[in-house]
């Protein structure tokens, strides 16, 4: 895509490249407008994180999970289920696929003080719409 796109990496590219991006023949067009958006993403959740905008994150990440699921195409149903029992959880910012998809594991954002019962939730719900459980790895605070 790089190559097609004359760049050395999709980096050096902004949303504003997206009708370029999206000439690319498929599956090249919805990888490279994955990476150029997430990009976008990640330094637009830097910028809510750094002024305080807790609830400017959870749309990122909501969008972060679709391009990964659509245009990477690395979620699978179970990690889709779980995103969205997350993010109708109480007390849940944002949930998105983490890892290197295909399975794996989801990350949550929660309120720090809500985020222990949050997981529990979580996983009992995930529990009683698919009868398989899930594992919480840990929660914690990070400033």
Same mark, same amino acid.
């Given at each position: 895509?790089? !190559?097609?796109? +004359? ?13 370029? *991006? %999206?000439?690319?023949? /498929?599956?090249?067009? !919805?990888?490279? !407008? ?11 959740? !830097?910028?809510?994180?750094?002024? +305080?905008?807790? /609830? /400017? ?12 699921? /659509? ?8 990690? %889709?289920?779980?995103?969205? *029992? ?17 399975? +794996? ?13 949050? +997981?529990?939730? *979580? ?12 594992t919480? *790895?840990?929660?914690g605070?990070?400033?």
């Amino acid at each position: 895509a790089s !190559r097609l796109l +004359g760049v050395r990496e999709l980096g050096e590219l902004g949303p504003e490249n997206l009708p370029r *991006i %999206d000439r690319l023949p /498929d599956p090249l067009c !919805r990888r490279a !407008r994955h990476v150029v958006t997430e990009n976008a993403r990640v330094l637009a959740f !830097r910028q809510a994180l750094a002024r +305080g905008q807790l /609830d /400017d994150l959870g749309p990122l990440m909501a969008a972060s999970h679709q391009s990964l699921r /659509d245009d990477y195409q690395v979620s699978v149903p179970e990690i %889709d289920l779980l995103v969205n *029992i997350a993010t109708a959880t109480p007390g849940v910012l944002g949930a998105r696929l983490t890892g290197g998809g295909f399975g +794996g594991a989801v990350v949550v954002l929660a309120a720090a003080e809500k985020a222990s019962a949050c +997981g529990a939730s *979580i996983a009992d719900a995930y529990q009683l719409r698919t009868e398989r459980a899930a594992t919480i *790895i840990g929660t914690g605070r990070v400033d």
